[in-house]
């Protein structure tokens, strides 16, 4: 499984949540469709997250 | 052989001597007598080529002229001046072109306190005016490989062995002779020894225990200071002393009182790796630890403002939704208005209809199909027609009558 560039994704919900404060009147279903969007992108990053700590507490372990 | 003979014969002889011949025959007597002598300098004088003094005894008038060549007092390593009590060795002379007597000096040891103590400073000043005690080589970071150059019979190198850092040190052991004046060439000698395969080595390591001054002296050496201020690598000087900081550890580029001062110099050259390094790991892992912990506070933030003007999107309807209502609502109230209006006005109708009074009697006439209000409208022969509540009847005026 390809490893998620967690700098490219973040960047990604970034665009998102600055589209949500720039529109004036928003567009549901275009609000809906992102919304879904970046739920997912915070799920996967969460994720990738989760892994990049437990690899990095192994490596502490081996620090000590 | 005719001197031999004079000797043996032990007889007066007639022989003639040159001038020459009769000095180096005197000189020849006085081969023998090589030795050591103590006394106080006076007339002290040096050109570049000569050193010349003399050593007298004190209280009495007995002098000894005693010289040298200049290169031989630079080598012997020991500055003198007048007043200084010195012990020499040397050999007695008289000079075949001068006539001259004199003690040819080889060796010049200071004695007393007040007399090393001189000697001490004359070198110490000579040395720092050259500048000598300035240069500092910094030590190597990691020193691994040790020259050590001590005595075997002290417990120095036990010392400092016993305090180096367990960081698999190796230690390269050259045994000489640390005390008094006696261990200026083996101490030259272990120097230039390690100056030669300088490379194998980080460090040079000089230690002894504490002395006096005498017992110090070959550390106040001139020839040996230089030696040290000229070592291609690092030198450290671990001796011991009082008042008086020996030569030798003054141009070493570090020096320390005692060998566990001078294990403690080696061991901190592995400070940024025995100490720094948890402290980096440290902060490599308190750097990290922040960098996701951050992240996550990111992406917490990030989907809090998304989900915030989505949100807000669906208070919009709902502000809509509620103005809508309450419009209905208005209009709701507006149309039960009419309602009411219609109601009201339905009755007041209802109470004038003339169908309701036709009903009750009443009738409505009509003369050609206006209602007929007034006699001065009607004249006899009008044909009028009668509307009832159920019909009409027409009929023809016969009479009209004024009301009375």
């Given at each position: 499984m390809k490893k998620i560039n967690i700098k490219e994704k973040l960047s990604k919900l970034e665009e998102i949540a600055s589209w949500f404060e720039k529109q004036?009147?928003?567009?549901v279903e275009e609000g809906l469709k992102r919304v879904k969007e970046g739920n997912a992108l915070v799920k996967e990053l969460r994720e990738r997250l989760r892994e990049v700590e437990n690899e990095f507490e192994e490596l502490k372990k081996d620090l000590d | 052989m005719q001197i031999e003979d004079a000797k043996n014969t032990n007889q007066p002889v007639d022989i003639i001597l040159s001038v020459s011949e009769y000095l180096e025959r005197l000189n020849l007597a006085l081969g023998g007598e090589a030795g050591f002598v103590e006394g106080e300098i006076m007339g002290f004088k040096e050109s570049p080529q000569w050193v010349f003094f003399s050593l007298k005894d004190e209280g009495k008038d007995a002098v000894l002229p005693c010289g040298l060549l200049a290169h031989e007092y630079r080598r012997i390593g020991v500055r003198i001046e007048d007043g200084m009590r010195i012990k020499i060795f040397g050999n007695p002379r008289i000079t075949i072109k001068s006539g001259r007597f004199g003690m040819w000096v080889k060796s010049i040891e200071p004695v007393g306190e007040g007399s090393l103590k001189k000697a001490y400073e004359l070198l110490f000043k000579k040395l720092q005016l050259e500048g000598l005690f300035e240069r500092k080589w910094p030590l190597p970071e990691f020193i691994t490989r040790i020259g050590v150059i001590s005595s075997r019979d002290g417990v120095v190198l036990q010392d400092l062995r016993k305090n180096l850092a367990k960081l698999g040190l190796e230690i390269k052991f050259v045994h000489t002779q640390v005390e008094g004046a006696n261990a200026v060439p083996g101490i030259l000698r272990a120097l230039e020894h390690f100056a030669k395969c300088s490379n194998a080595y980080d460090v040079i390591v000089i230690i002894r225990g504490g002395g006096s001054l005498e017992s110090l002296q070959a550390f106040n050496n001139e020839e040996v200071a230089r030696a040290i201020y000229a070592m291609p690598i690092p030198v450290i000087a671990g001796i011991g002393h009082d008042v008086d900081v020996p030569l030798a550890a003054l141009v070493a580029d570090g020096m320390a009182s005692t060998p566990t001062a001078v294990a403690h110099m080696i061991n901190s050259t592995w400070d940024t790796l025995v100490l720094d390094l948890p402290n980096l790991a440290r902060d490599v892992e308190r750097g990290m630890t922040d960098v996701i912990a951050g992240m996550y506070q990111r992406i917490e933030l990030l989907q809090g403002r998304m989900h915030t003007y989505f949100t807000r999107l669906f208070r919009a309807f709902d502000l809509v939704a509620g103005r809508l209502r309450r419009s209905g609502e208005r209009v709701g109230e507006r149309i039960k208005a009419i309602r009411e209006y219609i109601l009201r006005t339905e009755s007041l109708l209802t109470l004038s209809d003339p169908v309701r009074n036709l009903k009750l009697g009443y009738s409505l006439t009509f003369l050609n199909g206006e209602v007929l209000k007034s006699k001065k409208d009607a004249k006899i022969g009008d044909k009028l027609e009668t509307r009832l509540s159920d019909g009409t009847v027409e009929s023809e005026i016969s009479i009209i009558r004024m009301n009375s």
């Open positions: 004036k009147e928003v567009d | -």
